[in-house]
C-alpha cells in the first residue's frame, strides 16, 4: 500500500502535474490543429506538395522525441518553451497527412457545384470542404493526442510541465524510496490522461460531424 | 417578401445570353477546346447543347457563367456585359445543376436550398417560405423533405432539390449539365416531364447539356448540335433539325427513326380528328346498325350520359344485339387531346382497330384518331417546316473556317 500512501501524500502535486500535463497536450494540439489547416489548405490542390507533405509527416513520426527534445535545449533552453514546439511539432504530422487526405477526398463534383452556385473560394474551403473533411481530420487529431500524451512525458527531460517528471525522477532513482511508485503514477496518470481526452474528443466528433455525412446514424 | 423585391426583382425575368466569339484554349492543349463560339440563346427558351463527348458542351456552359473563363471574346446576359463581373457575383444570378444535383451532403435539404438567397442577404422569413414553395414545385412534400440530408433521397428526388436549389434565388438563366445522367431511364423520364412543367411555370432562360439526342428533342425548344471538334453543325428547331439535317453528321446523330421521333413534337390536338359514328346504351341494335351503314365506318362508339366512351362495337356485333348495353370496355384504346403522336400510335398498336379514341380533360370523347391522320401529318409536319423559314437564332463559329465542313463519310 505504498502507492496508496503515495498519491494520498502528493495529490495536489499530482493533480498539478496532470493538469499542467493535459493543458500543454491541449494547448499545442489546438495550435497544430490550425497549423495543419493552414499547411494542408495550401498542398491539397496540388499532388505534388500534398505528396510532400505526407512524406515529410512519415519521415517526421520517424524522429525519436527525446533527440528532438536534447537538440532544442541549445537554441530554446529549458522549460515550457522546447516543451511545446515538441509536442506542437509531433502533434502536426498526423494531423496534416489526415487533413490532406481528407481534404483531396471532398467530391469534386461537390466543390464544382459550390462554386457553381456563387460560393466564394474561402467559404467554399470553411462551409463546404472542411466539414466534409472533418470526420476524417478529426481521426487525425484523435491519433495526435494519444500520441503526444506520451511525448509530453518525455519533454520533463527540459524540465517541461507533466506528469513526466514522476517517471524521471522514479527512473533515476529506481531502487530508491518510492520510486517505483513515482513512476507508476506517471504513467497511470498519462494512460488515464490520454483516456479522457479522447472521450472529450469523441464528443466533440457528435457534436460537430454532421448527420448527413455521419457513417452510422 | 421584403427579399424579392430588392435589387434582384429586375433580374428575375428571363434574359437572351450571347456568347460573342468565345474561345477556350486550355493550357498545354493544342487546339482551343471552343473555337470562335458565336452563340444567341433567347431569352425564356430551353436550349439544348449536344453533341459527342469532348466536344466542348461543358466547357461552353461553364464559361456562361464563367467558372471557366474564356480566353477570349464576350459574353452578354440580356444588355449587360458580363464578362468582367465578380464571378461569384454573377454565379449567384444563374443557377446551376450537375449530375445528381451536386447536394452538400452535410446540409439538409432546405440548408441546401437557402445558401444563395443567404448570400444575398434574404430575411429568414422569406427564405423559409421561399423553401416551401421551391419544394412544392419540385412535387415534393416540404414537410417531408426539409429537414432531410441528401443520403435519405433517392437518385430522382435529389436531382428534384438540386433543381430547387438552383431556382432559389429566381435566377433568370438556369444552366444544367447533364442533370439527368445518373438516374435510371423511368426516372429520367419523369423528370424531363416534370422539367417541361416547371419550365412552363418559370419561364426561365435555360441551358442544358446532354449527350442523348431524344433528350434534346424531348425538352428543346432549341437544340445546339456540336460536332467532333466543337464547332457547330446546326442550331434549329428541333423539328426542323428532324425535318432537314444539316448534313450526314447530324442525320447519323439523329439516328434511325426521325420520323418517329417527329411524333413526340406533335400533339393529337394539334391534328385534324376523325368524326366516329356514337350511340348510347338503350338504343336499339338495328337502329344503331341502320346509322352505321350510311357511313362508311365500320364501328360505333357508344358513350355514357356524359359523353363519355364505354365501349366499341364493329358493325357485326351491333346486328346481334338487341339494345345496346351499359357495360364498360376496360381495353379502350384512349389518348388524351395533350398526348404526343407517338403515345397516339402506341394506343392504336395496342387495339386491334388501328385507330383510338382522343378524350378531353373531363375525359368525354372528342374524335378518332387514325394510321392515315398519323401519316398525313407526319408529311404535314414535314412540309411546315420546308415553308416556314423563321428566324433561328445566331449560332456559328468563327474561329476555324477550315474545321468547320464536316467530313461525309
Ligand atoms: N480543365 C481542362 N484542362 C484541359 N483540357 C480540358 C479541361 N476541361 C476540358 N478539357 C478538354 O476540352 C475538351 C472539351 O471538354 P468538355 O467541354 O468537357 O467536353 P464535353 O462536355 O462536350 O464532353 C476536351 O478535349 C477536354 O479534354
Ligand atoms: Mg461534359
Not at chain 1, 91 to 106: D, E, K, Y
Request: net charge neutral.
Amino acid at each position: 500500500m505504498a502507492l496508496l500512501s503515495f498519491v494520498i501524500d502528493r495529490s495536489d502535486q499530482i493533480w498539478f502535474a496532470s493538469w499542467q500535463h493535459l493543458s500543454l497536450v491541449v494547448q499545442s494540439l489546438t495550435l497544430a490543429v490550425a497549423l495543419s489547416l493552414i499547411l494542408a489548405f495550401l498542398v491539397y490542390n496540388s499532388q505534388k506538395l500534398s505528396a510532400v507533405a505526407n512524406g515529410l509527416s512519415a519521415v517526421g513520426l520517424t524522429i525519436p522525441s527525446f533527440a528532438l527534445i536534447g537538440l532544442l535545449i541549445a537554441p530554446l533552453g529549458f522549460g515550457v518553451t522546447p516543451s511545446m514546439v515538441v509536442v506542437t511539432f509531433f502533434a502536426v504530422l498526423p494531423i496534416l497527412r489526415n487533413a490532406v487526405v481528407g481534404l483531396s477526398g471532398v467530391d469534386k463534383a461537390i466543390v464544382e457545384s459550390a462554386r457553381g452556385i456563387g460560393i466564394g473560394r474561402i467559404r467554399t474551403m470553411l462551409t463546404i470542404e472542411l466539414p466534409l473533411a472533418w470526420p476524417v481530420i478529426l481521426t487525425g487529431v484523435r491519433i495526435s493526442a494519444q500520441m503526444t500524451m506520451g511525448i509530453a512525458a518525455v519533454t520533463a527531460y527540459v524540465l517541461g510541465p507533466g506528469l513526466g517528471s514522476f517517471i524521471f525522477s522514479g527512473l533515476s532513482r529506481l531502487g530508491g524510496a518510492n520510486s517505483l511508485e513515482a513512476v507508476v503514477v506517471g504513467v497511470v496518470g498519462v494512460i488515464l490522461l490520454a483516456f479522457i481526452l479522447d472521450l472529450f474528443l469523441v464528443g466533440i466528433g457528435r457534436l460537430t460531424i454532421s448527420r448527413g455525412i455521419r457513417v452510422s446514424n | 417578401m421584403s427579399a424579392t423585391n430588392t435589387t434582384q426583382s429586375n433580374d428575375q425575368a428571363s434574359r437572351t445570353i450571347l456568347l460573342d466569339k468565345v474561345t477556350k484554349h486550355y493550357p498545354g492543349q493544342l487546339k482551343p477546346a471552343v473555337d470562335g463560339l458565336m452563340l444567341e440563346i433567347p431569352a425564356g427558351k430551353i436550349v439544348m447543347l449536344v453533341g459527342p463527348s469532348g466536344c466542348g458542351k461543358t466547357t461552353t456552359l461553364k464559361m456562361i457563367n464563367r467558372l471557366i473563363e474564356p480566353t477570349s471574346g464576350r459574353i452578354m446576359l440580356g444588355d449587360e456585359d458580363v464578362t468582367d463581373l465578380d464571378g461569384d457575383k454573377l454565379r449567384r444570378r444563374m443557377g446551376y445543376v450537375i449530375q445528381a444535383g451536386g447536394l452538400f451532403p452535410h446540409m439538409t435539404v432546405a440548408a441546401n436550398i437557402a445558401i444563395v438567397p443567404k448570400m444575398l442577404g434574404w430575411s429568414k422569413d422569406a427564405i423559409s417560405k421561399r423553401i416551401d414553395e421551391l419544394l412544392d414545385l419540385v412535387s415534393l412534400d416540404p414537410a417531408l423533405y426539409r429537414d432531410r440530408y441528401p443520403k435519405e433521397l433517392s437518385g430522382g428526388q435529389q436531382q428534384r432539390v438540386g433543381v430547387a436549389r438552383a431556382l432559389a434565388a429566381e435566377p433568370p438563366v438556369l444552366l444544367m449539365d447533364e442533370p439527368f445522367g445518373a438516374v435510371d431511364p423511368i426516372t429520367r423520364q419523369r423528370l424531363q416531364d416534370e422539367l417541361i412543367r416547371i419550365q412552363e411555370e418559370v419561364q426561365k432562360t435555360i441551358v442544358f447539356v446532354t449527350h442523348d439526342f431524344d433528350e434534346a428533342v424531348k425538352l428543346g425548344d432549341l437544340i445546339v448540335i456540336f460536332g467532333e471538334d466543337g464547332q457547330i453543325v446546326q442550331y434549329d428547331s428541333p423539328e426542323r433539325i428532324l425535318a432537314q439535317p444539316a448534313n450526314d453528321f447530324v442525320a447519323d446523330f439523329i439516328g434511325a427513326g426521325a420520323g418517329l421521333k417527329q411524333l413526340t413534337l406533335a400533339r393529337v390536338r394539334d391534328v385534324q380528328l376523325a368524326d366516329p359514328v356514337t350511340a348510347s346504351p338503350g338504343e336499339k341494335g338495328a337502329d344503331v346498325l341502320a346509322r352505321v351503314q350510311q357511313t362508311n365506318h365500320d364501328y360505333v362508339v357508344i358513350t355514357d350520359g356524359r359523353g363519355r366512351p364505354i365501349s366499341w362495337l364493329s358493325r357485326r356485333q351491333l346486328s346481334r344485339l338487341d339494345t345496346i348495353d351499359k357495360s364498360k370496355n376496360p381495353d379502350l384504346p384512349l389518348v388524351a387531346e395533350g398526348s404526343t403522336l407517338n403515345d397516339a400510335l402506341d394506343a392504336m398498336l395496342a387495339s386491334r382497330l388501328g385507330a383510338a379514341l382522343v378524350t378531353n380533360r373531363s375525359k368525354a370523347l372528342v374524335g378518332m384518331i387514325t394510321f392515315d391522320i398519323v401519316m398525313k401529318s407526319i408529311n404535314q409536319l414535314r412540309a411546315d417546316v420546308q415553308t416556314a423559314d423563321d428566324e433561328s437564332p445566331v449560332g456559328t463559329n468563327t474561329g476555324s473556317p477550315e474545321v468547320s465542313e464536316v467530313p461525309n463519310d
